[in-house]
T-cell receptor, first 113, second 114 residues
Framework: DTGVSQDPRHKITKRGQNVTFRCDPI?????LYWYRQTLGQGPEFLTY????????KSRLLSDRFSAERPKGSFSTLEIQRTEQGDSAMYLC???????????FGPGTRLTVL | SQKIEQNSEALNIQEGKTATLTCNYT??????LQWYRQDPGRGPVFLLL???NEKEKRKERLKVTFDTTLKQSLFHITASQPADSATYLC?????????????WGLGTSLAVNP
């Protein structure tokens, strides 16, 4: 257990529905990352927060995707109007303050039918 | 173009042998390189970090080397055990620009047979 939690662990939804995932990072870590991973691939960077500020977004993150970290603690990732191509594992990670070692959560597996 | 490549084929070895996994990169000057283990359906777990000025790092049965001339890192598991079976990912932090965003390989699947 890395200390990073994600909820839900699994989500099955129908195409066109909206979904929201939550990540609770290690409490003293002020940086938080979201990644997407599909089978046989490495994690793909989606977005990065320093405290509550979203500092970078990948071009992969279409306008259907939005992420927030309102109080600099937990973060949410919302996907609107889901498509089958959104099916993936969504990973949250929080690095330590003095290191770039990424501590990953268990991920949320999204299946869009 | 910038690339990071790991052995694409799964590696099968016998218990007790040394597993060696390769990570090659092009067109980067990484500040450091990391290795992670990932089990099916779970997030990656950090194993080792090696910096650009380090040649070798060890942790228990694990050893990582970093050759910035060859643009290659090797990851070794000595006295391998079936419990070492997993996918191993390498990730590098590009030296230029934002060091906070890691670039990931696709991973190599390792199977250790009893």
């Amino acid at each position: 257990d890395t200390g990073v939690s994600q909820d839900p662990r699994h989500k099955i939804t129908k195409r066109g529905q909206n979904v929201t995932f939550r990540c609770d990072p290690i409490s003293e870590h002020n940086r938080l990352y979201w990644y997407r991973q599909t089978l046989g691939q490495g994690p793909e960077f989606l977005t990065y927060f320093q405290n509550e500020a979203q500092l970078e977004k990948s071009r992969l993150l279409s306008d259907r995707f939005s992420a927030e970290r309102p109080k600099g603690s937990f973060s949410t990732l919302e996907i609107q109007r889901t498509e089958q191509g959104d099916s993936a594992m969504y990973l949250c990670a929080s690095p330590g303050a003095s290191t770039d070692t990424q501590y990953f959560g268990p991920g949320t597996r999204l299946t869009v039918l | 173009s910038q690339k990071i490549e790991q052995n694409s084929e799964a590696l099968n070895i016998q218990e007790g042998k040394t597993a060696t996994l390769t990570c090659n990169y092009t067109n980067y000057s990484p500040a450091y390189l990391q290795w992670y283990r990932q089990d099916p359906g779970r997030g990656p777990v950090f194993l080792l970090l090696i910096r650009e000025n380090e040649k070798e790092k060890r942790k228990e049965r694990l050893k990582v080397t970093f050759d910035t001339t060859l643009k290659q890192s090797l990851f070794h598991i000595t006295a391998s055990q079936p419990a070492d079976s997993a996918t191993y990912l390498c990730a590098l932090a590009p030296n230029a620009g934002n060091n906070r965003k890691l670039i990931w390989g696709l991973g190599t699947s390792l199977a250790v047979n009893p």
